[in-house]
């Protein structure tokens, strides 16, 4: 049987996550969230999300990390602004990312099991006998081993690079912490491949799921956007996306992202609609 928990992306007040009230009123026990802003991971903030959380029954599976000056306006944008990759904002962004870790750690005393932490690292450079390279995977190994002091995993999200470089680089770092967040419609959005042939080559080190859909841009792919659109109604093939989470034995939260926070009706309506798509599709596959 398929049992996975349905889950969805969620924000405090950062991201383009839906907000906790939304998530309750879905009916929805299990999250993944963008990091909240400095102001909102206080001790006491933290213990008053936690609460909210138990009052709703709500788990977290992951909380990504998030910077201010991260731009997805183009992919050339992305390159230059997000994650640990860029090198004049990497150490401010690392001494965050520790500080995120620490806020998954309060908020995930409620819970049985830890709270990963989820990365769009920011495009890692193809040449693995480069300086940058070699300097993004010392930052990396950092990471992990301070993250591991909470007993948490590195989830590493899919699309702007090739999954044979990801697994590479998840090589290279050698950590036993570092994992994959599979998102298969990055992989058409970066315009990087097919999403079901790249989930089984790294099947072995998924551990977290989008389930987001798009289309291929048409225009040149790598450097113009693809184009998201709702769960199963694009490229995905969400069916045999579906199914080959359940032939490799994927037993994680099947995590409903939906980047719309400036339509929030629409967006918590095409949420419902995945929900029970997903809902149909795991009933099928029994």
């Known amino acids: 049987m398929m049992n996975n928990p349905i889950g969805v992306f969620a924000s405090?007040?950062?991201?383009?996550?839906?907000?906790?009230?939304?998530?309750k009123e879905l009916g929805i026990k299990t999250i993944q969230m963008h990091t909240p802003t400095k102001a909102s991971r206080t001790d006491e903030k933290a213990q008053a999300f936690l609460q909210k959380l138990q009052e709703y029954g709500v788990t977290v599976s992951?909380?990504?990390?998030?910077?201010?000056?991260?731009?997805?306006?183009?992919i050339a944008r992305t390159a230059e602004t997000v994650g640990l990759v860029p090198e004049q904002s990497r150490q401010a962004r690392l001494t965050e990312s520790y500080e995120i870790s620490d806020f998954a750690a309060k908020i995930a005393a409620g819970q049985p099991t830890p709270i990963a932490i989820g990365s769009h690292i920011g495009f890692v450079p193809h040449d693995r006998s480069s300086s940058a390279y070699k300097s993004i995977v010392e930052t990396t190994q950092t990471l992990c081993d301070y993250i591991a002091k909470h007993?948490?995993?590195?989830?590493?999200?899919?699309?702007?690079?090739?999954?044979?470089?990801?697994?590479?680089?998840?090589?290279?770092?050698?950590?036993?912490?570092?994992?994959?967040?599979?998102?298969?419609?990055?992989?058409?959005?970066?315009?990087?491949?097919?999403?079901?042939g790249a989930l089984r080559?790294?099947?072995?080190?998924?551990?977290?799921?989008?389930?987001?859909?798009?289309?291929?841009?048409?225009?040149?792919p790598g450097v113009d956007w693809g184009c998201e659109v709702p769960f199963g109604t694009g490229q995905v093939k969400a069916e045999q996306f579906l199914r080959i989470l359940h032939e490799i034995g994927y037993a994680g939260p099947l995590t409903i992202e939906r980047e719309l926070s400036s339509e929030p009706e629409r967006q918590k309506a095409e949420i419902s609609q995945a929900v029970k798509l997903i809902e149909d599709l795991k009933a099928k596959i029994g």
Not at 12 to 20: E, I, K
Not at 62 to 74: A, K, N
């Open 12 to 23: 405090v007040d950062a991201g383009y996550g839906v907000p906790l009230d939304v998530v």
């Open 62 to 74: 992951t909380v990504f990390l998030g910077f201010d000056g991260e731009t997805y306006e183009s």
């Open 201 to 220: 080559a790294v099947a072995s080190k998924v551990r977290g799921v989008h389930c987001k859909d798009a289309t291929a841009t048409t225009g040149t």
């Open 151 to 196: 007993n948490q995993e590195l989830h590493l999200e899919t699309g702007q690079e090739p999954v044979d470089l990801l697994m590479a680089f998840i090589a290279d770092v050698g950590r036993a912490n570092i994992f994959i967040n599979f998102d298969p419609a990055n992989l058409i959005l970066y315009g990087i491949g097919d999403p079901l």
